[in-house]
Nanobody, 116 residues
């Protein structure tokens, strides 16, 4: 069955870094656009970054440009989110999502907390 499993979240101090991973299985990963979303307490889920199927195109939310980098390894069916210079406002549950032609899959999320 389809699975997206996020990992790499945790507690980090402001200015620190984390690398999130999302391992995919059960579908043709290399054909799907992959996205990272996040949802902070009391807020709506927001798109953080996306990468197209071959990794040649990427987009970022303005709030993370220059600090976050999305990448993918189609041989490993995994998408990554490198997060640098983390701020308290980056605290949220981070979700990966796969989408193609109306099919959308979601992971269960991984918690990121930025606090001193």
């Amino acid at each position: 069955q389809v699975q997206l499993v996020e990992s790499g979240g945790g507690l980090v101090q402001p200015g620190g870094s984390l690398r999130l991973s999302c391992a995919a299985s059960g579908f043709s990963f290399s054909s799907y656009v992959m996205r990272w979303y996040r949802q902070a307490p009391g807020k709506e889920r927001e798109l953080v970054a996306l990468i197209n199927s071959d990794g040649g195109g990427r987009n970022y939310a303005d709030s993370v440009k220059g600090r976050f980098t999305i990448s993918r390894d189609n041989a490993k069916n995994t998408v990554y989110l490198q997060m640098n210079s983390l701020k308290s406002e980056d605290t949220a549950v981070y979700y990966c999502s796969a989408a193609r032609w109306g099919n959308v899959y979601w992971g269960q999320g991984t918690q990121v907390a930025v606090s001193s």
